[in-house]
T-cell receptor, first 111, second 116 residues
């Protein structure tokens, strides 16, 4: 069975500092990994995905994620955080035809 | 290109009533997913429809049901509403079986259901 874990409920970072939101996964076969962001009372917006190829994936709004097969991780990163990045972030893994989402990590970026 | 649309955006119902939520997928997408997001909780998978059939359902009671129409739009029905059904219900669409599997799902803005 596939699963995804986001070990941190909340991440706090100062504006301008780098940020990391962690995600680990478990899936049989090749994983398809995704990151989404959710702003208050809105649906989820797609940020980036890993399908195959380079382990470093670049996405929207300056975000990137690093796929690490040995550690089964897919951490979301940004070199310099903005206050407007404050939101709820979801990692998702797709094994077969079903997509499973993590519980979400709330990111607070302080000015 | 129009995104995933959900209606209504907000809904208030009384405990015991029934509700129907609607979702129109992106053109070309045949898969529709329903998720429940209760306050403070993550996304809980409800149902997955593809090509008009229910392909999978999450760990929810049978009073949660739905269907997918020939145009791939979908309805989520919840019977005998309970207070804990209050949540944001999100619909997402993607290419389905037999098509590209490595594409992301696109989400609608959700329906906020409040049960009083």
């Amino acid at each position: 069975a596939q699963s995804v874990a986001q070990p941190e409920d909340q991440v706090n970072v100062a504006e301008g500092n780098p940020l990391t939101v962690k995600c680990t996964y478990s899936v049989s076969g090749n994983p398809y990994l995704f990151w989404y962001v959710q702003y208050p009372n809105r649906g989820l917006q797609f940020l980036l995905k890993y399908i195959t190829g380079d382990n470093l994936v670049k996405g929207s709004y300056g975000f990137e994620a690093e796929f690490n097969k040995s550690q089964t991780s897919f951490h979301l990163k940004k070199p310099s955080a903005l206050v407007s990045d404050s939101a709820l972030y979801f990692c998702a893994v797709r094994g077969g035809f079903k997509t499973i989402f993590g519980a979400g990590t709330r990111l607070f970026v302080k000015a | 290109e129009a995104g995933v649309t959900q209606s209504p955006t907000h809904l208030i119902k009384t405990r015991g009533q029934q509700v129907t939520l609607r979702c129109s997928p992106i053109s070309g997408h045949t898969s529709v997913y329903w998720y429940q997001q209760a306050l403070g909780l993550g996304l809980q998978f409800l149902l997955w429809y593809d090509e008009g059939e229910e392909r999978n359902r999450g760990n929810f009671p049978p009073r949660f049901s739905g269907r997918q129409f020939p145009n791939y739009s979908s309805e989520l029905n919840v019977n005998a509403l309970e207070l804990e059904d209050s949540a944001l219900y999100l619909c997402a669409s993607s290419y389905g079986q037999g098509r590209v599997l490595n594409t992301e799902a696109f989400f609608g803005q959700g329906t906020r259901l409040t049960v009083v």
